[in-house]
């Protein structure tokens, strides 16, 4: 069976999500082929512990989202269709370690301030703060659109006639900085690196990887302007209220059915094959796959010249990542009260500790001392668990995939995540919670582990258990992702499209590339003949 739509697009993790929306809102018809049982890629929720208790499996936080420019294109759309989020005015993040030291960043930068030990630091906070709204154009302008040589030749007169020479050398040189060296030349006290550096692991990144310069002011300032919203009811509402859009719009979607290759015709891709039927597109097919799925496996090798496909083999997956989720029969009795009211928390010493654990993952060694990421969404979200009860969404960034050793000496693994180790595991990380809420352990209902092996198997993405998509080294980030001879959505193939977290912007549930490729796809089809000589 064969059937025909405007575009045909492989995948439904968010950027899948966003440029079916944007499509089907603007009149197009489209196919969204998914090869799990439901839509969503790591946008999902459910009952994983005990009845009544509703936990977000993977992804959870979207401020990216209600930050980005997809988000201005559907939210009132979505937001129609049954999307609320619960957000925080106090309280946002926190860092503690077992040193007993914890710092606490509110919505209100006076408040987060308040706390800092060294009033020298309170004004580089502010500085930093103010150098991130003066470069805003500049970094939001680069996340947010196709970095090819025109584009990268406007922002860079743009950045110049604002920033002048030196402000724009100044943020150059921050952009090829880590974030612990960023820390290290502008605060003495020891808050801000326990604050932010834990947040770069959301980027995929380290404290010690070129652009950690640029990302930790990012997220800081998200962070004081956006808050930690969450979806009302779990993340499943969020695929509810797209998925509602998409019937409203016609969009067929295809679930359960994996795509096994792309259909070429006269050398321009004409759609889709599965195990048993082909889905032909008119305009374009937009594939969220890595690059390797897209150009080892799923076109033919004869339409990929030998250097992509090379690039393509060649493409680097970063670190593992696991979840524990527990049902808590009453919120964490954390020691310091201060921290009852936070709802995420990362569990750190800064960006020694983290850096410590990133190296040993990526040894292959599970690391002694990880970093943790502490979740209460049902502190934002009461509908989360019955009456007096609690949720805890706990994540771990700095895992190797195929374990070989432990750093701590306790746990025998031989290079596969089996059930011992991930229960093994999970009770080291929760004792080092326990270390700063010593009633943890008496109040847990249940837990559910996800591992590494588990986060691969659900999405095909995730390779080695990294949920996001390939390293985001500078090498293999922004004008170079994912490969240096393709750095951008529309391949060298005619009507063939590429997007995801293996693709700029990277990693997130900001839906960026989805939206850019939305946006050409819908652009008029005439191009300046001056434009088309830079691209």
Known sequence: MSSISDVVVIGSGINGLVVTAELALAGRSVTLIEANPEIGGFIESGERTAPGFIHDTFSSWHPLFVSGAA??????????????????????????????????????????????????????????????????????????????????????????????????????????????????????????????????????????????????????????????????????????????????????????????????????????????????????????????????????RDMVPPKVFEQARGYRYGRAAMQIHLALDRPVAWSDERLREVPLIHVTEGASTIGIACAQAQAGVLPDQPTIVVGAQSLLDPSRAPDGAATLWIQLQELPFAPVADAAGEISTTGTWTSAVAEAYADRVLERIAALAPDLTSTIVARNIISPTDLAGHNANAVNGDPYCGSAELDQNLRWRPITSQGRHRTGIDHLWHIGASTHPGPGLGGGSGHLVAQQLLAPRSRNPIARFFS
């Open 71 to 300: 988000y201005g294109a559907l939210g009132d759309e979505l937001h129609a269709r049954g999307l609320v989020y619960d957000n925080t005015d106090g309280p946002v993040t926190a860092g503690a370690g077992p040193d007993g030291r914890v710092a606490v960043a509110h919505r209100d930068i006076d408040a987060t301030l308040a706390a800092f030990e060294h009033p020298e630091d309170k004004d580089a906070y502010l500085g930093m703060l103010g150098d991130l709204e003066a470069r805003a154009g500049t970094i939001f302008g680069a996340l947010g659109t196709e970095l090819d040589p025109s584009s990268m030749a406007r922002l860079a007169m743009r950045t110049l006639g604002s920033q002048r020479a030196a402000g724009t050398e100044a943020l150059v040189r921050d952009g090829l900085s880590s974030g612990r060296s960023y820390l290290d030349s502008r605060f003495d006290g020891w808050e801000t690196d326990r604050l932010w550096s834990p947040w770069l692991l959301h980027a995929g990144l380290g404290p010690d990887s070129a652009t950690g310069g640029v990302m930790l002011p990012v997220m800081a300032g998200t962070m004081h302007q956006f808050g930690l919203p969450v979806v009302r009811g779990g993340a499943k509402k969020f695929i509810d209220a797209f998925t509602a859009l998409f019937d409203d719009h016609g969009v067929a979607v295809v679930r359960s059915t994996p795509v096994t290759e792309i259909v070429m015709r006269d050398g321009v891709a004409a759609g889709v094959r599965t195990a048993d039927d082909e889905w032909l597109a008119r305009d374009a097919v937009v594939a969220g796959v890595t690059p390797q799925a897209l150009y080892n496996e799923l076109l033919p």
